[in-house]
């Protein structure tokens, strides 16, 4: 089963608004990731999570707050966003190895966020 | 830097027809090569992936991927299109000791003629 859950699927806030993008895997996989997906274009990392610990920051807004309570869960805290932040936001996990096995990144279904 | 290339914007086949989505990566050491396909309002789903081994690789859905390290290039195939396969795909590499950051194509969007 290579399945990552994310709730909501669809989030409309103001830009004055706090709200968080949720994820879960059961896969057992230690390496958990962020991405921003515009229409038409190719994913865009954000944050990789390993073993619960923030290891890649792709520069990314302090507006955006990453966190991961567990190795199953993380969690996307947004605050004072602006209309351009609206987007897919997909969540991803994989193994954590330098070999092959930690190579495959599995994707959910996204949250598709926009910011009025 | 190291780039992955999908020369086709956009493809239209008709149904039942044959289809040949191309992907050039650049050169690289041990590239971590995948196919991902992303329905319309959808997320990502892992079509197949290349690691070592048999070139040819099956994944799913009939499609099936050749890896040609002279060419660097990874061609995704499926002998009959069904209207269902209408999506984006994506081509992407990783590579061994930078495995967590992936490296994408700008993708192909095929549309499927009845």
């Known amino acids: 089963d290579t399945e990552v859950t994310q709730t909501p699927k669809h989030l409309v806030m103001g830009m004055t608004n706090k709200k968080s993008l949720k994820c879960e895997q059961h896969?057992?996989?230690?390496?958990m990731y962020w991405y921003k997906q515009k229409a038409k274009k190719p994913p865009e990392l954000m944050f990789v999570?390993?073993?619960?610990?923030?290891?890649i920051n792709e520069s990314v807004p302090s507006r955006f707050s990453p966190e991961c309570p567990n190795s199953s869960l993380l969690n996307l805290h947004l605050h004072a966003l602006q209309p351009e932040d609206s987007a897919l936001y997909l969540c991803?996990?994989?193994?954590?190895?330098?070999?092959?096995?930690?190579?495959?990144?599995?994707f959910g279904e996204g949250s598709w966020l926009t910011v009025v | 830097a190291q780039s992955v290339t999908q020369p086709d914007i956009h493809i239209t086949v008709s149904e039942g027809a044959s289809l040949e989505l191309r992907c050039n990566y650049s050169?690289?050491?041990?590239?971590?090569l995948f196919w991902y396909v992303q329905s319309p309002g959808q997320g990502l789903q892992l079509l197949l992936k290349?690691?070592?081994?048999d070139t040819l690789v099956q994944g799913i859905k009939g499609f099936e991927a050749e890896f040609k390290r002279s060419q660097s290039s990874f061609n995704l195939r499926k002998p009959s299109v069904h209207w269902s396969d209408a999506a984006e795909y994506f081509c992407?590499?990783?590579?061994?000791?930078?495995?967590?950051?992936?490296?994408w194509g700008l993708g192909t969007s095929l549309a499927v003629n009845p």
């Open positions: 050169y690289g050491a041990t590239p971590y």
């Open positions: 991803a996990s994989s193994l954590v190895g330098t070999g092959l096995s930690g190579n495959t990144i599995y």
């Open positions: 999570y390993s073993y619960e610990k923030l290891s």
């Open positions: 896969m057992g996989h230690r390496a």
């Open positions: 290349y690691f070592s081994g």
């Open positions: 992407a590499v990783s590579y061994a000791g930078n495995n967590r950051k992936l490296i």
